[in-house]
């Protein structure tokens, strides 16, 4: 165990669907990413907060994906109009911008997403 | 795109060292080698990382070239616990580095049989 929980663990929803995951980092990290992994691959970055700002968004990330981190602590990626294409491991992970520090990123274990 | 290559598959014996190459000839002067490993069905895990120095923690060794350009992750006593896909990521490191965000390849698939 990371110290970094998602929520759920696992989501079959339908086609058309919206699905909403949870990210809740370790406390004092100030960071957060969400990568996307589907089979067989290595997890893509999709965006990324730094506090409760929005810094960085991959062209993964189409319209129909939002993330937010309100108060600088958990956050959620949502996803509207689900399509089979979007059936993959979705990731978050947490780090500490600091001084000194290694900036490794501490993953939690997924929400896997499967749309019929 | 991800900056290094590495083979699909290996297979080490347990109790023997696990030896994981990387090539990553296109790396910056500011760029560190990192290594994370995949267990099935969880998220990935840091194991170590190195700029030019050789680095060593509990988990594995790390061995970069002189010229950076490869490097070689070592488990020393393989175990069935080992058995991953194990990711050669180059990248900024600490405070200065831009999103520090991780580009992942598909990595080696370490197989250790008993």
């Known amino acids: ?116 | 795109d991800a900056k290094t290559t590495q083979p699909p598959s290996m297979d080490c014996a347990e109790g023997r060292a696990a030896n994981l190459p990387c090539n990553h000839s296109t790396i910056s002067g500011n760029e560190y080698v990192y290594w994370y490993r995949q267990i099935h069905s969880q998220g990935p895990q840091y194991i170590i990382h190195g700029l030019k120095n050789n680095e060593t923690n509990e988990m594995a060794s790390l061995i970069i070239t002189e010229d950076r350009k490869s490097s070689t992750l070592i488990l020393p006593h393989a175990t069935l616990r080992d058995t991953a896909v194990y990711y050669c990521i180059v990248r900024v490191a600490g405070y200065g580095g831009a999103t520090n965000k991780l580009i992942f390849g598909t990595g080696t698939l370490l197989a250790v049989q008993p």
């Not at chain 1, 996307?36 to 968004?57: D, H, S, V, W």
């Open chain 1, 1 to 116: 165990d990371t110290g970094v929980s998602q929520d759920p663990r696992h989501k079959i929803t339908k086609r058309g669907q919206n699905v909403t995951f949870r990210c809740d980092p370790i406390s004092e990290h100030n960071r957060l990413y969400w990568y996307r992994q589907t089979l067989g691959q290595g997890p893509e970055f999709l965006t990324y907060f730094q506090n409760e700002a929005q810094l960085e968004k991959s062209r993964l990330l189409s319209d129909r994906f939002s993330a937010e981190r309100p108060k600088g602590s958990f956050s959620t990626l949502e996803i509207q109009r689900t399509e089979q294409g979007d059936s993959a491991m979705y990731l978050c992970a947490s780090s500490l911008r600091k001084r000194g520090t290694n900036n490794e990123q501490f993953f939690g274990p997924g929400t896997r997403l499967t749309v019929l």
